[in-house]
């Protein structure tokens, strides 16, 4: 299984709305809902920020928003601050009973 | 609360085995719906999920690597153990454990706990 699809680096002013995507198959995100989003500050464990597309953990900010079309995901994150910068990996539950995860994408906050 | 957290050596030889220890609290693997993943992540590089462990003890592992993969888990210790055979310097990352989330009754297909993570070093 290949990994998900992301683009290396996203960057926005403060205020500004970024969007990342996240690009499978049909094996896997395209065949499923259970795409997750995670934030990953350097020398830190992913956090969740989103899953099964669209759906925010406890916690999390409602800044953070998922959709997804077809096969390809995307996470926006609204009202960018210091604190979003770092990087977000998407990941998919596939048909072989496995997870798959992106990339990997850096976001910088200008 | 849930946590888990990631024990084994930091450095190993090449050709050596791998052994990994996850022990978490907060939740039982003997438990309808629970699960414990491990996933690595090589020093500035992508996550990997390498292996999955269910409260049934179903297990599911990585295509890639699951000739060299083992998961087990001891639910009276409350830990779960990932063996992974012939180390190469490639398989250099940390190694984290992670919650399959399950919450009011409804499991998910997401990690919502993770460890802090294990380094561990690949060289001779």
């Known amino acids: 299984q290949s990994a998900l699809t992301q683009p290396a680096s996203v960057s926005g002013s403060p205020g500004q709305s970024i969007t990342i995507s996240c690009t499978g198959t049909n094996s896997d995100a395209g065949a499923y809902i259970y795409v997750s989003w995670y934030q990953q500050h350097p020398g830190k464990a992913p956090k969740l920020m989103i899953y099964?597309?669209?759906n925010r953990p406890s916690g999390v900010s409602n800044r953070f928003s998922g959709s997804k079309s077809g096969s390809t995901a995307s996470l926006t994150i609204s009202g960018l601050q210091a604190e979003d910068e770092g990087v977000y990996f998407c990941s998919s539950y596939t048909s072989s009973s496995t997870w798959v995860f992106g990339g990997g994408t850096k976001v910088t906050v200008l | 609360q849930i946590t888990l957290k990631e024990s084994g050596p930091t450095l190993v030889r090449p050709t050596q085995t791998l052994t990994l220890t996850c022990t978490f609290s907060?939740?039982?693997?003997?438990?309808?719906?629970?699960?414990v993943g491990w996933i690595r992540q090589p020093p500035g590089k992508a996550l990997q999920w390498l292996a999955l462990?269910?409260?049934?003890?179903?297990?599911r592992y990585s295509p890639s690597l699951k000739n060299r993969l083992t998961i087990t888990k001891d639910t009276s210790k409350n830990q779960v153990v990932l063996i992974m055979t012939n180390m190469d310097p490639i398989d250099t990352a940390t190694y984290f454990c992670?919650?399959?989330?399950?919450?009011?009754?409804?499991?998910?297909?997401?990690?919502?706990?993770w460890g802090q993570g294990t380094m561990v070093t690949v060289s001779s």
């Open positions: 099964d597309v669209d």
């Open positions: 462990i269910y409260w049934r003890d179903d297990k």
């Open positions: 992670a919650h399959k989330r399950c919450s009011g009754g409804s499991c998910y297909y997401t990690f919502d706990f």
């Open positions: 907060g939740f039982s693997l003997s438990t309808s719906g629970e699960a």
